[in-house]
């Protein structure tokens, strides 16, 4: 009995050695996958900065740390036209592979709906309606977008339940804009979305982000919030986005600790020169 035991004790080590060969096999597959497809997700988002070293009228910037391999945010900015910049931020509904997915669709038809021309208004209005079809998943997604007039500083806005944007005008501190919120991209076909309008002035900022940033939780369940992240901004109001925005990571870095990260934080980041380009 003692020796049909061992035997048998054996057959099953076997047994399990080679699953775990096997399950580990797969994990590294799966790894080996997701690590291209994040070097695919980063690939499509805007990453050579200086982005328009050609234009001296703004400096543009912005960063996206997935909390997953991949995520659901995501920013984009594009030259409608000489005269106009496309900037965009937003938020997909989940996490990981899904959001990432989803994250994929709703970009490519933002940017297609923008490149023609069309208002804020009309492009989250005509993109809500192509998300809503065959939305089996109900996923969604949050969406700021803004389209500068370069020669003018005139920004028109709108804002598909996303986070407010923060705006500094030269001399003074960065401040939230606390716009009227129009229902999420992919929720409900047929909403309707309000425009306004931003002037932005030589020397002024504006920022965007995700709700990791204000929702990045340290050990003791605390959120970052919106005040520490005006605070963080207005310590050097005036520098320009691609020092700026390491800044304000660098102080939630240190604010959440070693608490993990639950979201994507995701920011961008605008600064106005004026049409001479030659503001400080």
């Known amino acids: 009995d003692l020796g049909h035991s061992f035997n048998y004790m054996l057959e099953e080590l076997e047994i399990y050695i080679d699953n775990l060969a096997k399950v580990t096999a797969e994990k590294e597959r799966i790894g080996a996958e997701l690590s291209v497809a994040t070097q695919i997700q980063a690939s499509m988002l805007p990453c050579i900065f200086p982005a328009f070293p050609d234009r001296p009228e703004f400096d543009v910037y912005a960063t996206m740390q997935p909390?997953?391999?991949?995520?659901?945010?995501?920013?984009?900015?594009?030259?409608?036209?000489?005269?106009?910049?496309?900037?965009?931020?937003?938020d997909v509904s989940g996490k990981g592979v899904p959001a990432a997915l989803f994250m994929v669709i709703a970009k490519t038809l933002l940017k297609n709906s923008a490149q023609t021309g069309a208002s804020p208004k009309e492009i989250l209005e005509k993109v809500n309606n192509q998300l809503c079809e065959n939305n089996d998943a109900e996923m969604f997604v949050t969406v700021w977008i803004g389209i500068l007039q370069i020669s003018t500083g005139k920004i028109v806005c709108a804002n598909a339940g996303h986070e407010y944007p923060a705006i500094r005008h030269a001399g003074g501190c960065y401040e939230l804009v606390k716009?009227?919120?129009?229902?999420?991209?992919?929720?409900?076909?047929?909403?309707?979305?309000?425009e306004y309008e931003l002037q932005l002035k030589q020397g002024d900022g504006l920022y965007v982000y995700t709700d990791g940033v204000v929702e990045a939780t340290n050990a003791n369940q605390e959120l970052y919030g919106t005040e520490r992240m005006l605070a963080a901004l207005n310590i050097n109001p005036h520098a320009i986005p691609e020092e700026q925005l390491p800044a304000v990571k660098a102080d939630i870095d240190s604010f959440v600790g070693d608490a993990p990260q639950f979201d994507d934080i995701t920011m961008l980041g605008l600064y106005y020169r004026g049409p001479a380009g030659n503001s400080q």
Do not use: S, T, W
């Open 179 to 194: 716009d009227k919120h129009g229902f999420v991209l992919a929720g409900m076909e047929g909403a309707r979305y309000r």
């Open 67 to 90: 909390a997953k391999e991949v995520g659901g945010d995501f920013y984009d900015f594009f030259l409608v036209d000489e005269d106009h910049l496309a900037l965009v931020i937003a």
